[in-house]
């Protein structure tokens, strides 16, 4: 067994391991939760990147918030610190705001746990060689650990069996600019490469994230379940607090996971992808325009989503926040 894999006493292992490679700033926070709530596959790994934060910052975060969720065995790696052709990085003053300073919403969460020795592409590989089909990889992140895997070992990382990203926007407008969304305008070089590599991948882009919305009301629900359960609630109330309409959140990364988990949560159509790497539009995910250039469609992109995601993430988080709190309070 390579380091890094767990394997929890007592837990029946599923076939189908999940990794999760991310930004952690809030909705990754929530992704993370949805990812244990679900239980369907088996998290093995978490790989961090630069972007709401810094790569160093996405790592504590996640170690605190995968401890205070009761699963501090799940290892967590540093990743990118910069885009690929750059060499540093400054979180925006956007998603400072966003995301409070320190990604988490300004909530303090108990600090817990050390990340592991390897670096995320290595992980990401390792993971890849060892569970191949079995292994479903989600990044909801920039794609720059993604695209260093690639460049290092196509062939092994072309094993995974489902690779499924947020990011982009294909039939609706940006985020950060008209054209872009936040995760491929961070890089869009890695974001390039990733989609242009011809491996299969499903896009979860601006186009369904912004129709899945959580309102105060529904994380409410979470709030009186323990320690973990007012922690996540409060972190997700400071996102909801600083979108434009306060009263709901956009469920990007949670939708990424859930798409992985269960492919009837959205509706894809193929496209050959690139994305837009200089000038006003860097960082625009485009199809292809010319039929006779776009035998290869490697990238499924939702379109459409399931009315069913709503409601069974958070049904599911909150059920598995009240076993949480359960756990805690059985305790010796
Ligand atoms: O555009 C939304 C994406 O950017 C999400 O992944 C969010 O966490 C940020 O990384
Ligand atoms: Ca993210």
Redesign the pocket.
């Known amino acids: 067994m390579a380091p890094g894999f767990p394997v929890r006493k007592g837990h029946v292992m599923n076939t189908r391991k999940l990794l999760l490679d991310?930004?952690?700033?809030?909705?990754?926070a929530m992704?993370i939760t949805y990812a244990l709530a679900d239980g369907s596959a088996d998290l093995i790994g978490v790989t961090c990147c630069f972007?709401?934060v810094t790569n160093q910052t996405a790592v504590r975060n996640t170690l605190d918030l995968l401890s205070i969720m009761g699963r501090p065995d799940i290892p967590v790696f540093y990743g990118a610190e910069h885009p690929l052709e750059q060499n540093s990085f400054r979180v925006s003053d956007a998603?400072i705001r966003?995301?409070g300073a320190n990604g988490l919403g300004n909530v303090s969460i108990p600090t817990a746990g050390e990340p592991e020795k390897i670096s995320a592409p290595d992980f990401i590989l390792d993971a890849a060689g060892k569970y191949g089909e079995n292994l479903i990889l989600v990044a909801?992140?920039?794609l720059t650990n993604l695209a260093a895997a690639i460049r290092k070992d196509k062939e092994t990382f072309a094993k995974i069996g489902k690779i499924v990203f947020?990011?982009g926007a294909l039939t609706v407008e940006g985020?950060?600019t008209p054209y872009a969304?936040?995760?491929i305008a961070?890089d869009p070089l890695a974001a390039k490469e990733v989609l242009e590599s011809g491996i299969p991948m499903t896009m979860i882009g601006?186009d369904v994230?912004h129709k899945n919305l959580l309102t105060r009301t529904e994380a409410a629900r979470w709030s009186g379940h323990g320690r973990a359960g007012k922690a996540l609630y409060e972190i997700v109330a400071h996102y909801i607090d600083n979108e434009l309409e306060q009263k709901s959140c956009?469920l990007?990364?949670p939708l990424?996971v859930a798409a992985a988990l269960d492919e009837t949560m959205v509706e894809t159509h193929p496209f050959a992808m690139t994305v837009v790497t200089m000038g006003e539009a860097a960082g625009r995910t485009i199809a292809c325009p010319f039929a006779d250039q776009c035998e290869n469609k490697n990238v499924s992109v939702a379109l459409e989503t399931s009315p069913r995601f709503v409601p069974e993430f958070v049904g599911k988080i909150e059920s598995f926040l009240a076993a949480r709190e359960k756990e805690e309070a059985d305790r010796p």
């Open positions: 991310m930004d952690t700033g809030i909705d990754d992704a972007g709401n998603c966003i995301h909801t992140g920039a947020m990011g985020n950060v969304e936040a995760n961070v601006l994230t956009s990007h990364d990424a």
